[in-house]
């Protein structure tokens, strides 16, 4: 061991850290889960504690696990989150629906897009039409709304086109690779896509339309997708760079009731030992404190845990806008989650099955939103926040 790493090391057993805790990420395969291998494989070898990675199999689970106590961290996008705040999808059981979580730290902001083969006559979202092939996986909820979206922007129904149901992640790239289906919401950065690249067609990606070509349209695809922000991609396969898509903050999360001690010292630590971890893995340079400023000044989608801001205040980052969002965003959390347990409770009383497929716990759900804040959803009300 060199001298700068022992003194690394025995730096960061100063801290009184736990014996392990568990980091929820998404499937084996995806850039999110090498992430979560390579700063945490760092963490485990320079500290006395452990970080175990828990690849959970679909976005309901990681929520799950992380408001049950399986997971101590677990990484969700704004997307994920909205959609889990209206207990949409698989999000409506009483383990996995509406939670007071915070971001403790940004992980990565992820292109989303629209892949398609590099020999398909499908190259934008103009060409997709009554008959289109559409890969669909109901394994995790941003990824329905990516179908959704996409079907909203052309003003179709689901029964306009094909959807071919597949069970996971992976499967929604390869079919398209296969020949199955015609289009795909996935992601640039993904492991997944890099194999895909490599087959003998290659791939493309569909453009995300500038607002000003067709608002009305734009309108209702970001009436389905408010958690993202178009830019230009700079990160992934070389087929989508310079492509306008939608990012995604993807964040890690913590239980707003989380040790606040520990979540300042974890920030802290991957800031001061960020060159230690992020040349591990293609995209681990972007889990870093910039990453994460840019998510405040472009508007925070979620609410920040108090051990981040503490530390934040201590770097100086921290203003009094940043104060003022963060206030609201936390209000709009607590108000959802009491409601969702009142909710519950409610549901529990009148013997109704909650569950995804209860269609009477869902119109019970919805009263209960719509009579305490209208037909928004969760995103619309984040994105109305001034």
Same mark, same amino acid.
């Given at each position: 061991m060199s001298l700068g790493l022992a003194a690394a090391v025995a730096a960061a057993q100063d801290h009184e850290w736990p014996d392990y805790?568990?980091?929820?990420?998404?499937?084996? $395969?995806? #850039?999110?889960?090498?992430?979560?291998?390579?700063?945490?494989?760092?963490? %485990?070898?320079?500290? +006395? /504690?452990?970080?175990?990675?828990?690849?959970?199999?679909? $976005?309901? #689970?990681?929520?799950?696990?992380?408001?049950?106590?399986?997971?101590?961290? %677990?990484?969700?996008? +704004? /997307?994920?989150?909205?959609?889990?705040?209206d207990a949409k999808e698989g999000f409506a059981t009483a383990q996995a629906g509406p939670a007071d979580t915070r971001v403790a730290v940004m992980n990565m902001i992820t292109p989303w897009g629209y892949m398609v083969r590099g020999d398909s006559e499908i190259e934008s979202?103009?060409?997709?039409?009554?008959?289109?092939?559409?890969?669909?996986?109901?394994?995790?909820?941003?990824?329905?709304?990516?179908?959704?979206?996409?079907?909203?922007?052309?003003?179709?129904?689901?029964?306009?086109?094909?959807?071919?149901?597949?069970?996971?992640?992976?499967?929604?790239?390869?079919?398209?690779?296969e020949g199955r289906a015609d289009v795909a919401f996935t992601s640039p950065l993904s492991g997944t896509s890099y194999e895909a690249e490599a087959n003998p067609s290659g791939l493309r990606w569909l453009p995300l339309p500038p607002k000003d070509a067709d608002p009305e349209a734009f309108a209702r695809y970001r009436a389905i997708q408010p958690g993202y922000v178009p830019a230009e991609v700079s990160s992934g396969v070389p087929s989508a760079m310079g492509l306008n898509m939608d990012h995604a903050f993807q964040a890690n999360h913590v239980r707003a009731d989380a040790d606040p001690e520990f979540v300042y010292k974890l920030t802290k630590w991957l800031d001061e030992h960020y060159e230690d971890f992020k040349d591990d893995f293609t995209h681990a340079p972007m889990m870093s404190m910039a990453s994460l400023e840019t998510f405040l000044k472009v508007g925070a989608l979620q609410p920040l845990?108090?051990?981040?801001?503490?530390?934040?205040?201590?770097?100086?980052?921290?203003?009094?806008?940043?104060?003022?969002?963060?206030?609201?965003?936390?209000?709009?959390?607590?108000?959802?989650?009491?409601?969702?347990?009142?909710?519950?409770?409610?549901?529990?009383?009148?013997?109704?099955?909650?569950?995804?497929d209860s269609a009477e716990f869902a119109e019970l759900w919805k009263a209960k939103r719509e009579a305490a804040g209208g037909k928004l959803s969760y995103g619309e009300m984040v994105l109305a926040i001034e």
């Open positions: 805790f568990t980091v929820v990420t998404p499937i084996v $395969g995806t #850039a999110n889960h090498s992430l979560g291998v390579a700063w945490t494989s760092e963490f %485990s070898a320079q500290t +006395a /504690s452990r970080a175990r990675v828990l690849p959970a199999p679909n $976005g309901y #689970a990681r929520a799950e696990w992380l408001a049950t106590g399986e997971g101590d961290i %677990s990484m969700l996008q +704004a /997307s994920d989150y909205f959609d889990q705040m979202f103009k060409d997709i039409g009554p008959g289109t092939r559409i890969a669909y996986s109901p394994s995790s909820s941003f990824l329905v709304s990516g179908v959704n979206a996409l079907l909203a922007y052309r003003g179709l129904g689901r029964d306009d086109v094909e959807l071919i149901e597949v069970g996971n992640y992976g499967a929604n790239t390869r079919i398209v690779v845990h108090a051990g981040a801001i503490r530390y934040l205040k201590e770097k100086g980052v921290w203003t009094d806008t940043f104060q003022a969002r963060q206030d609201k965003l936390v209000e709009l959390a607590q108000t959802r989650v009491a409601l969702w347990q009142q909710t519950l409770d409610e549901a529990k009383e009148k013997g109704i099955d909650i569950s995804p």
